[in-house]
T-cell receptor, first 110, second 115 residues
């Protein structure tokens, strides 16, 4: 059974801090790893990574995949209160279906 | 482009009652998913459709849950009868055709409370 573990489960920081969220996985027939941000209900897509070592960036957010270590990190620099959300990691394996981790609850205080 | 539409947004029912959720995916998205997200957990796949055919329903509790996508566009998920442990957010997602495009786009979800 495919498995995704995220850490930490929750994190509280102050505005301006830099945070690193972790995701490790065990999956049969790895296809890709995806990061989502969930603020209210609907997860919104952030990144998809398929190749090891390539960094994906979007503004203050960036992510790298390490296929050797079966893990990925999501970095957020200069955090803002609007970054407060649950960040979900998911992996696509056999049949291209997504298996999600439990998420990291990030709280950014002013 | 319009996003994934779901209704209702909230539903409160008593245990042993029935409930149905509706989803309309993004136009042109052939693959549709239903997920259950219990508080504090990540979304768990219940069923995956490709057009109007079922690809994966291995985690769907078939004794009480059913889903259909008769015309390959919108879909309904039904629970009959509901149990207390079915309280969750039910998310619908869709994906573009093509094996290279794995990202799924989610609807706003339906929060179900079973009392």
């Amino acid at each position: 059974e495919d498995k995704v573990v995220q850490s930490p489960l929750s994190l509280v920081v102050h505005e301006g801090d830099t945070v690193t969220l972790n995701c490790s996985y065990e999956v049969t027939n790895f296809r890709s790893l995806l990061w989502y941000k969930q603020e209210k209900k609907a997860p919104t897509f952030l990144f998809m990574l398929t190749s090891s070592g390539i960094e994906k960036k979007s503004g203050r957010l960036s992510s790298i995949l390490d296929k050797k270590e079966l893990s990925s990190i999501l970095n957020i620099t200069a955090t803002q209160t609007g970054d407060s959300a649950i960040y979900l990691c998911a992996v696509a394996g056999s049949n291209y279906k997504l298996t999600f981790g439990k998420g990291t609850l990030l709280t950014v205080n002013p | 482009e319009a996003g994934v539409a779901q209704s209702p947004r909230y539903k409160i029912i008593e245990k042993r009652q029935s409930v149905a959720f509706w989803c309309n995916p993004i136009s042109g998205h052939a693959t549709l998913y239903w997920y259950q997200q219990i508080l504090g957990q990540g979304p768990k796949l219940l069923i995956q459709f490709q057009n109007n055919g079922v690809v994966d329903d291995s985690q769907l509790p078939k004794d009480r849950f059913s889903a259909e996508r008769l015309k390959g566009v919108d879909s309904t998920l039904k629970i009959q009868p509901a149990k207390l442990e079915d309280s969750a957010v039910y998310l619908c997602a869709s994906r573009r055709p093509g094996l290279a495009r794995l990202e799924q786009y989610f609807g706003p979800g339906t929060r179900l409370t079973v009392t």
